[in-house]
């Protein structure tokens, strides 16, 4: 069943949900490339002389707090974009130019994200986000050619999966095994929408193993539950250069500013 089967009066189309997945993913750029990073100086102060600095200073506190739940805020953008990406991968008339479109944006974001993280052009200590995105698209691929559920093909989407995740640590997608196990269990339980969520709320509860800003990840099922299954006005050269974009504005600023 096509996950617009589900539509429902009112509620978020996906032009929408995909409004506020922007909105999280600005939240956590900004706690970690300006708050964190040009404001706190993480980078470069020991964790003494942080937690020294946050015993003296209400500011430095207010920071530092303002730091951790933007960044645990931006969690809640991994389920809606898991999902947005499962919506795209059906509603496609070619999942293969979709995977196109995507890679290019990953590296495309790639500069952008180095700046606004770390401020070099080339980092090699992680890869974006849209990464991991790229990789549960070829992850969707594969699952639409094993799909039914004889032994074998569950055998091959489990088999699949964990070598998803493991080329996301390898490569150290942010994000990424996180965004590939909801991504797992929402096309698992896509015909079952009440179950999809509240197991997805789960999927992403189990990513506070890797990271307790997940603890807020569950939230982003919310947005999911309003969904009315419609595309809604759509600009696609704007949401897929928004990200970029938004790297680059939050970069300036923290150049400018800081």
């Not at 490339?33 to 020991?46: A, C, D, E, K, P």
């Not at 929408?193 to 990513?207: D, E, F, K, S």
């Not at 974009?245 to 800081?258: C, K, T």
Request: charge should be neutral.
């Amino acid at each position: 069943m096509n996950l617009s089967e589900n539509e429902k009066t009112g509620g978020l189309n996906a032009n929408g949900l995909h409004t506020w997945g922007m909105l999280f993913l600005t939240l956590g750029i900004v706690g970690k490339s300006l708050i964190q990073n040009r404001l706190l100086h993480m980078g470069t102060v020991t964790s003494a002389e942080l937690m020294e600095a946050m015993q003296s200073s209400g500011t430095v506190m207010m920071q530092a707090t303002l730091a951790l739940v933007f960044q645990a805020l931006e969690t809640c953008a991994v389920p809606i974009f898991a999902f947005l990406l499962l919506e795209g991968a059906a509603r496609t008339a070619s999942l293969p130019r979709y995977i196109l479109r995507v890679g290019v944006l990953a590296a495309v974001s790639e500069i952008p994200y180095n700046l606004a993280m770390s401020g070099v052009l080339l980092d090699g200590t992680g890869r974006n986000p849209v990464f991991g995105s790229l990789i549960g698209l070829v992850m969707l691929w594969f699952y639409g050619r094993w799909s039914d559920n004889s032994f074998s093909h569950v055998v091959i989407r489990i088999l699949v999966t964990l070598a998803a995740m493991a080329w996301c640590v390898i490569l150290s997608v942010s994000q990424g095994p996180a965004l590939l196990l909801i991504l797992a269990v929402l096309w698992a339980l896509r015909e079952k929408t009440a179950l999809r969520n509240l197991l997805g709320a789960a999927a992403a509860l189990v990513c506070c193993l890797g990271s307790l800003f997940y603890m807020a990840a569950p939230m982003g099922f919310l947005a999911i539950h309003f969904y009315n299954g419609e595309k809604g006005a759509e600009n696609r050269a704007v949401n897929y250069l928004a990200y970029p974009a938004l790297l680059l504005i939050i970069w300036a600023l923290g150049v400018l500013l800081f």
